[in-house]
């Protein structure tokens, strides 16, 4: 252990983006990182969250730890939403600030923004209009994150950041058939119809509807961009209040298109369909990144290459996924063309 550096703590180090930031600063020679799982801190427990913080002596704190999920996990477990996103946040910002913590990166979500803000979404959007109902829970909840920290930097005056990304894929990602996001869930589907020799995979929506993609490293690397920039700098950027900064690749793709490239990059060559019978959510959410450009920072990495990474890291999953495989989707059985069995993909379910 090398004293001389800062005690780093990372809550959530083990999802998609605390695994990548714990990667970046491994990479930029600290060694005097903290980790828990879940099973040895319960964050939502604010008792546990005290004695770790009075042992472990902190310096520094990426929280990253939260509740996420897609549209239908939002939609179904609004209250487990809400609720576990507050505590935790709640516990871990107060007690960095009791136990002497005065630097703390909050990672947030780009669906704190208005359903229907003018694009693309500046950091001054923020509670200018109605957020999207499906997931608001847990945009109020981050909502407050931003807040909490606001507020201890105005009354005590720490130097609590937040950044808020766009929607992230990559190693570490969740690829459960239901409760994942976009990227993975286009993946799993896609891959699963191609072994299966399906015909189609439908998805829901009409397709376009225009997202933004971030690779999880880039968000990373913009994190601890952002942690090491000067006081000075970053209150330049932000204000008094050291508010939120957005972090994205400033580029969007239309759903229809996403689905395309996926495909290709997994090698599916049946057909897709848009069933547009089904809700399109939001229909553009692109952030906004002139600050974080300003401050020195822009994504590196093309979703085309991003994509092959993020299929590359779910091969190597698929011995170990912790959610329970679908069934084989067995060629022979067809629809009333006598086709081979389609796949059926509610992409609103994967979206902020």
């Given at each position: ?5 800062p ?11 605390g695994?990548?930031i714990l990667?970046?600063?491994h ?33 520094v ?10 549209i ?6 609004p ?5 576990n996103?507050l ?15 005065r ?61 808020m ?59 601890v ?36 490239l ?31 450009t ?7 990495m ?51």
């Amino acid at each position: 252990m090398n004293d001389k550096q800062p005690r780093i703590y990372i809550a959530g180090h083990n999802g998609l983006v605390g695994s990548a930031i714990l990667r970046v600063l491994h990479a930029q020679g600290h060694t005097n990182i903290v980790t828990r799982s879940h099973a040895e801190l319960e964050l939502a427990n604010q008792a546990q969250v005290r004695a770790f913080f009075q042992t472990e002596k902190i310096d520094v704190v990426y929280l990253a730890a939260a509740k996420v999920g897609g549209i239908h996990a939002n939609n179904t477990f609004p209250a487990e939403f809400i609720f576990n996103n507050l505590m935790v946040q709640a516990n871990v910002i107060h007690e960095a600030w009791r136990h002497g913590v005065r630097k703390l990166l909050f990672l947030g979500s780009s669906c704190i923004y208005p359903r229907l803000a003018p694009q693309p979404l500046r950091e001054e959007y923020l509670m200018n209009g109605m957020l999207e109902p499906t997931n608001e829970p847990y945009a109020i909840a981050k909502i407050a994150g931003i807040k909490l920290c606001e507020s201890y930097n105005r009354q005590y005056g720490t130097d609590y950041r937040s950044v808020m990304p766009t929607n992230l894929y990559g190693p570490g990602d969740n690829f459960h058939p239901e409760n994942s996001h976009v990227i993975p869930g286009l993946i799993r589907r896609f891959h699963e119809a191609k072994v299966a020799k399906a015909a189609e995979v439908v998805i829901w929506g009409s397709g376009k509807p225009m997202r933004e993609f971030l690779y999880v490293d880039d968000m990373a690397t913009a994190s601890v961009h952002v942690m090491q920039l000067a006081p000075e700098v970053y209150r330049a950027h932000t204000g008094t209040m050291l508010s939120h900064i957005n972090v994205g690749t400033g580029e969007d793709t239309a759903i229809g298109e996403l689905a395309a490239l996926v495909a290709k990059t997994v090698g599916y060559t049946g057909r897709i369909v848009f069933d547009s019978s089904k809700p399109d959510g939001t229909p553009r959410k692109l952030l906004d990144v002139t600050k974080l450009t300003a401050l020195g920072w822009s994504a590196r990495m093309p979703l085309a290459r991003g994509l092959q990474l993020a299929y590359q890291a779910y091969l190597s999953s698929l011995a170990t996924l912790a959610s329970p495989a679908l069934p084989a989707l067995p060629a022979s059985v067809g629809t009333l063309s006598g086709e081979a069995a389609g796949v059926s993909l509610a992409w609103p379910q994967s979206v902020c």
